[in-house]
T-cell receptor
Framework: KQEVTQIPAALSVPEGENLVLNCSFTDSAIYNLQWFRQDPGKGLTSLLL?????REQTSGRLNASLDKSSGRSTLYIAASQPGDSATYLCAVIGSGGGADGLTFGKGTHLIIQP | EPEVTQTPSHQVTQMGQEVILRCVPI?????FYWYRQILGQKVEFLVS????????KSEIFDDQFSVERPDGSNFTLKIRSTKLEDSAMYFC??????????FGSGTRLTVV
């Protein structure tokens, strides 16, 4: 059974710092990996999607990498801003593709101090 | 940008009552899903739906749950006899395949 772990569970840094959030998964036979952002009491906003054949994806100040063989992904946030404060979730989908559900980690709760 | 729409945003129900949570997925997506998140816990997969039938379901999705696509746009989750432990945020999502998942903003279900 796929397990997704995110480290750290919580992180508080001053504004302007670059930071790295980590995600690991136990079964490397994934279809893709997706990073989401969740604000308190709200839904999930997709940040980046990495297909299993890809190594990284970039969107603005965000960069996500994927090392499928080692079961790891990182989300790099450059020049952090207070508006980046949220919980960041990593999720993988199994090799069955669309029929399989996403398996989520518990998330990293990020606070950016002004 | 296309959105997944969920209604209601918050529902309070008495234990033992039936509830129906509604979702309008993105129109050209083929896969539809329900997830739940109990307060303070992980987002958990409940069920996937493709071509008008269930594709996969988790062990959480027992006989008290059912899903339906009653028309060309709506996708519903029915909980037949709610229990206190069904209190959670329920998320609908849809997927067009390679583009990944799009989630709705959720329905907060409170069972009293």
């Amino acid at each position: 059974k796929q397990e997704v772990t995110q480290i750290p569970a919580a992180l508080s840094v001053p504004e302007g710092e670059n930071l790295v959030l980590n995600c690991s998964f136990t079964d490397s036979a994934i279809y893709n990996l997706q990073w989401f952002r969740q604000d308190p009491g709200k839904g999930l906003t997709s940040l980046l999607l990495i297909q299993s054949s890809q190594r990284e994806q970039t969107s603005g100040r965000l960069n996500a990498s994927l090392d499928k063989s080692s079961g790891r992904s990182t989300l790099y946030i450059a020049a952090s801003q207070p508006g980046d404060s949220a919980t960041y979730l990593c999720a993988v989908i199994g090799s069955g593709g669309g029929a399989d559900g996403l398996t989520f980690g518990k998330g990293t709760h990020l606070i950016i101090q002004p | 940008e296309p959105e997944v729409t969920q209604t209601p945003s918050h529902q309070v129900t008495q234990m033992g009552q039936e509830v129906i949570l509604r979702c309008v997925p993105i129109s050209n997506h083929l896969y539809f899903y329900w997830y739940r998140q109990i307060l303070g816990q992980k987002v958990e997969f409940l069920v996937s739906f493709y071509n008008n039938e269930i594709s996969e379901k988790s062990e959480i999705f027992d006989d008290q749950f059912s899903v339906e696509r009653p028309d060309g746009s709506n996708f519903t989750l029915k909980i037949r006899s709610t229990k206190l432990e069904d209190s959670a945020m329920y998320f609908c999502a849809s997927s067009g395949g390679l583009a990944g998942y799009t989630f709705g903003s959720g329905t907060r279900l409170t069972v009293v």
